[in-house]
């Protein structure tokens, strides 16, 4: 489908790989509801730059997704502000280093709400608008280590998982009228304070070895919600071979 005029929210769109594919699809035309919790500056840029890149309306939305209220109240303001909703982009994700012993309730709580529950509940409120676009689309942006969990993450990859299982329960539910697939990044935007060795050593551990780009990401994001027409409940690596080195 043309994204041409299509309305697009994405969650943690201020910064990083959501701010990519936030570009990404205004570059092809798409109107954009750039989300963000506390990025308020970048988040605005963003809206700024939509306009500016494609001549497309754009506006930003403050909502902490770990608020369990968050996720209705979204969804409402996105679609009262342009009048539908097309595209919902899961991006936004909390990403704590806590070593096995060091975890404790409230970690794993606050990452299983922001990186599964929140998901789950954004798509579920957005529903109405998505089945009444007839093009609706939901991509998760989850990670590799949903399916092999490196240590000193563990709550962060059991909540990815989560969300590799969320992505089928919402193809099932939305189906026929959305489609709703998950991307798997690899390594392709290390935390900002990586040092060289450790960023050459997670570059080396891919089949590729290499880093990948958040635009690599972005396109995946722009061919599924164009392009991949027959294609939902399905999982997109984008981890340069990380998954199975
Ligand atoms: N970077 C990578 O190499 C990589 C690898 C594998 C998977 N991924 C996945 O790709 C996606 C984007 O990666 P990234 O590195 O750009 O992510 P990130 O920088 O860790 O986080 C993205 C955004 O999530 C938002 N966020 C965090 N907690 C939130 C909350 N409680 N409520 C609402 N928003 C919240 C933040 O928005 P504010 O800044 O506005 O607070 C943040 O900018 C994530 O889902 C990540 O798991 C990334």
Avoid at 69 to 94: E, H, M, Q, T, W
Avoid at 121 to 138: I, N, Q, T, W
Wanted: proline share 5%; glycine share 8%; hydrophobic share 45%.
């Amino acid at each position: 489908m043309s994204l041409q005029g299509r309305v697009a929210l994405v969650t943690g769109a201020g910064r990083r790989v959501g701010r990519s594919i936030a570009l990404a699809l205004a570059a092809k035309g798409a109107r954009m509801a750039v989300h963000y919790r506390s990025s308020a500056g970048e988040a605005r840029r963003v809206a700024a730059a939509v306009k500016t890149l494609s001549g497309a309306d754009a506006e930003v939305f403050r909502a902490d997704l770990g608020d369990e209220r968050a996720p209705d109240k979204l969804a409402d303001a996105v679609a009262r502000r342009f009048g539908g909703l097309d595209i919902l982009v899961n991006c936004a994700s909390l990403y704590e280093r806590t070593p096995f012993d060091d975890v404790d309730p409230a970690s794993w709580e606050r990452q299983m709400a922001v990186n599964a529950r929140a998901p789950f509940f954004l798509a579920r409120a957005c529903a109405p608008h998505l089945r009444r676009s007839g093009a609706g689309v939901v991509i998760n942006v989850a990670d590799w280590s949903g399916h092999r969990p490196y240590a000193d993450y563990g709550p962060y990859c059991a909540s990815k998982a989560a969300l590799l299982c969320v992505n089928k329960i919402l193809a099932k539910a939305l189906a026929p009228e959305v489609r709703v697939n998950a991307i798997l990044p690899g390594p392709v935007l290390p935390p900002q304070d990586m040092g060289e060795t450790d960023k050459r050593k997670i570059s080396e551990a891919t089949l590729l070895k290499r880093l990948g780009t958040p635009e690599a990401v972005a396109r995946a994001c722009v061919f599924l919600a164009e392009s991949a027409d027959y294609t939902t409940g399905a999982e997109l690596s984008v981890d340069g071979g990380r998954l199975i080195s």
